[in-house]
């Protein structure tokens, strides 16, 4: 496929092979027989130096378990640099998705920043000094099946009281989109803010059958959404309104449609074995660093440990 693209590029433009692509956009390809690694430590680094966190001590999660952030009318932080701060993590998301949530958390005080929300900022550049070479590697793989999974907190939001939806897409044995986002709505149980992460989840997934469609790698089967929580799933299932789903606005029911139509299947699953939990809350060390393994991250140089992984 690349090869005849690039040949038809070449009869239409004026180019140059210059082999395998090594750089792109500020991201770093590392490319080999065990599968291809991507990251941005360059890029990491250039963040550090412009924010004077190049000789910080390191710390081994970006975000600090029990964290409790606010909205502060009288911000004392200088908004221009919290932005450029906040700006400069969201970029290294595209590799980097164990920092998702934290910057997301930091990005909702951007109007009106004080000393907490800069020392959380602060704290992802820490945890970043410290993971500087970390990123995600994908290895060859022949299983094309897309996989999701969906999950949710409830309320952590504390100003709206908003929860926050996280999911992810592998195909493989690695992840290759990622969400953390504050619902739209506030929700009224555990069970609810599920079923709305779900709502999309499935949007997403639907969207890249399409994609995948177009591509020429058409999902047969079901695309397997795995989700912790038994209610959401059954609510989903569920034709019949009442008393639990009466008031949800009618868009969120847009799951059913798919589920019915054998385009999309919940699973339940076991938290622990929740690949998203990394994008909706704060994790202890031990348990973030196994969903970064989950995830598919690694350090450069330890990739090749992953290389004789065979699906």
Same mark, same amino acid.
Request: aromatic share 0%; hydrophobic share 50%.
């Given at each position: 496929m690349f090869e005849d693209f690039k040949r038809r590029m070449m009869k239409e433009f004026e180019m140059t092979d210059i082999g395998l692509m090594a750089h792109f956009l500020g991201i770093e390809v590392v490319q080999s027989e065990k599968g291809i690694f991507i990251s941005q430590s360059i890029y990491a680094k250039e963040i550090l130096k412009r924010f004077g966190m190049k000789k910080c001590n390191p710390v081994t999660t970006s975000v600090e378990t029990g964290l +409790? *952030?606010?909205k502060n009318e009288k911000g004392d932080v200088d908004p221009t640099y919290f932005k450029s701060l906040v700006g400069s993590l969201r970029y290294l998301t595209c590799t980097r998705p164990d920092i998702l949530y934290g910057v997301? *958390? /930091?990005s909702r005080y951007m109007e009106t920043p004080d000393q907490s929300h800069l020392n959380a900022a602060k704290m992802i550049l820490r945890y970043i000094k410290g993971?500087? =070479?970390d990123g995600i590697l994908y290895t060859k793989c022949e299983d094309c099946r897309l996989i999701g999974y969906s999950v949710s907190d409830w309320g952590r939001d504390l100003d709206e009281r908003k929860s926050i939806t996280g999911f992810t897409y592998f195909m493989g044995d690695t992840a290759f989109t990622w969400s953390s986002k504050k619902q739209a709505i506030v929700t009224l149980s555990l069970c609810e803010a599920e079923y /709305? @992460? @779900?709502f999309s989840a499935v949007c997403h997934g639907i969207w890249i059958r =399409? /994609? *995948?469609q177009y591509l020429g790698f058409p999902? /047969? =089967?079901p695309t397997e959404v795995y989700i912790d929580n038994r209610s959401a799933i059954a609510l989903a299932k569920n034709p019949v309104f009442h008393e639990r789903s009466k008031h949800i606005d009618t868009r969120y029911h847009f799951i059913r449609e798919h589920v019915k =139509?054998? +385009?999309v299947e919940l699973i339940p699953c076991r938290t622990y074995d929740q690949a998203a939990d990394i994008f909706t809350k704060p994790l202890k060390h031990d348990v973030f660093e196994r969903q970064k393994t989950m995830l598919g991250m690694t350090k450069h140089g330890e990739s090749s440990l992953r290389g004789d992984v065979e699906c």
């Open positions: +409790e *952030l606010r997301g *958390l /930091v993971t500087i =070479n /709305v @992460a @779900a =399409n /994609v *995948l999902q /047969v =089967n =139509n054998k +385009e």
